[in-house]
């Protein structure tokens, strides 16, 4: 089947003079561009924001970062930039505001650009979401003889209740299939290899159960903290911001049947049957910790209580472990453990899945924990690759073991970078495929799944930054006789 191509339209950026248009959104725009992606003539950008600018300061604005985030200094670069972007003030968010953009947008689709195809994409702070989608209609901004997508970025919602407003407030005004709700983790080269690896490979899928696992991790640990977003951070925490999506995101992706078909409704109905089929979360099961100052070398790294825009009392949480059952004939009885935090020792996310060890051992000489079990490592980022880890005899005598892998590495294998996970959904918003986002089901589901912990009150253990946790964490894990794995 050949692979739809991207048709004319404009994309309209809501908030455009925030961080993320500069650091993802235009970097995505200009290299789909340069890769022939899109149209020449007929894809045209529009910015909107509250900033006073005028259409020549922003397009030199964009330029500047464009060249920031690498981008060679070229006549090209600065001739699309003056070409392709528009820019518009949006004063109070008024509706005459949204009137104004719907006149330019009527006079750049004007002659030779019918049907006239529409993507807004919402970088806005989340309160401000319901408001504009509700002004974009009144605007009559979302009907249109062509089609008309609107993308929004998370926190989509922030409990379950809040969610379900949401997405009944986006269904009056939107079809679902308009809605393209972002989780960048999805847009991962890894995480779509990850698709890839299981529905490829049958060699796996026959081990992939209850029978030959005996339980998974999940990591996504960063070793930097809340960065410039400590205000933000302080009313969401590692649950609401890494665990209810990114980390949920990546378990349904491991734990899902195979799909009937790889398109988007097909994939989502599996992954929700993943999270319908998890038990209610044991509070025992979770273990919450926030890092503290390290001092290494004369360095002092802050504590998240002295992080800008956290309050010096503040419980939120910095780092999760939980354990979850699913109850279905694939994984009953196998734990699923998902662990996140910022200020650990370094970046890494990784699906590390433990296979069961031989029933009966044969090496009666050994001591039982010198043979390691067969693991699969999945590492996601950095360094992006497989590892199946197995025993082999040390040469020698005595008898003894050490663990091997065979491995696969993304970077040796094709060179390059790979894609940027905007770039990838950013298309895809383009061609109308929603494989990649986020359904309205998933988000509620999940939310409701995590509701009860955010709900009630739990204890928030120290870590030391640069560490994997407070030592809480382990006690997660090692209640049913495993260990964390540290990367490989
Ligand atoms: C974002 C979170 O969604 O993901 C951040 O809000 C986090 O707190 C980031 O740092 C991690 O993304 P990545 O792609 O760097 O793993």
Redesign the pocket.
Known sequence: MAEKSVEPHVFVILGATGDLTRRKLMPALFHLRTLGELDKQNTLIVGAAMPEMSEDAFRLWVYEGLRNSGAPDSSDLRRWCDDHLHYLTVHGGSLEDYEALAALLTRLEGAGRKPANRIFYLALPPTTVPSTVERLDQAGLLKSDGWVRVVFE?PFGHDFSSAQALNALLHRHLGESQIYRI???LG?ETVQNLLAFRFANPIFETLWNRDMVESVQIT?A?D?G??H?GSY?QE?GALR??VQ??LTQLMTVVAMEVPVSFDAAAIQVEKLKVLQSIDPIDPQDVAFGQYTAWNVAGRVIPGYRQEQGVSPDSTTETFVAIKMDIHNWRWRGVPFYLRTG?RLPR?L?QVAVTFRPAPFQVFRTLEPESLDSNRLLITL?PNEGFALCFSVKTPARPLSFTSQSLQFDYGRAFGGELPD?YETLLRDVMIGDQTLFVSADFTETAWRLYDPLLAGKHDVHFYTAGSWGPKEADAVVERNGHRWQLGW
Do not use: G
């Open positions: 998370k989780d960048h983790y991962k996504v960063e930097l809340v960065e977003r951070y969401a911001d890494m999506n990114h910022k970046k996310t980022q996970a």
